[in-house]
Nanobody, 122 residues
Framework: QVQLVESGGGLVQAGGSLRLSCTAS????????MGWFRQAPGKEREFVAS????????YHADSVKGRFTISRDNAKSTVYLQMNSLKPEDTAVYYC???????????????WGQGTQVTVSS
């Protein structure tokens, strides 16, 4: 069982930045594809970004491409999401996930964090 703990959420004005962190308890962290997902009120959870385990290839959803950047530090068992130029529509609970690669653009989450709230005011 992998435990994931997110941090870094909060309230920010439109145009601002936040960096989310997610630390895993598992020593095999580098073997997992890691991802960030988000869920806004009344909407389904949606994919944001993912990163490979060893090669660290990344993929970002079109809605965040050019503004958000996913990265990881395997030595710290931590994955990050740097969010710049935030918009009110980015407001959501952001979830970290550990899983496996399904294709170049998709992953299957196997473990989830508890989520961290990001609120962007206009």
């Amino acid at each position: 069982q992998v435990q994931l703990v997110e941090s870094g959420g909060g309230l920010v004005q439109a145009g601002g930045s936040l960096r989310l962190s997610c630390t895993a308890s598992d020593r095999t962290f580098s073997s997992y594809r890691m991802g960030w997902f988000r869920q806004a009120p009344g909407k389904e959870r949606e994919f944001v970004a993912s990163i490979g385990g060893v090669i660290s290839n990344t993929y970002h959803a079109d809605s965040v491409k050019g503004r958000f950047t996913i990265s990881r530090d395997n030595a710290k068992s931590t994955v990050y999401l740097q969010m710049n130029s935030l918009k009110p529509e980015d407001t959501a609970v952001y979830y970290c996930a550990a899983g496996v690669r399904l294709s170049a653009t998709t992953m299957l989450p196997q473990y989830w964090g508890q989520g961290t709230q990001v609120t962007v005011s206009s």
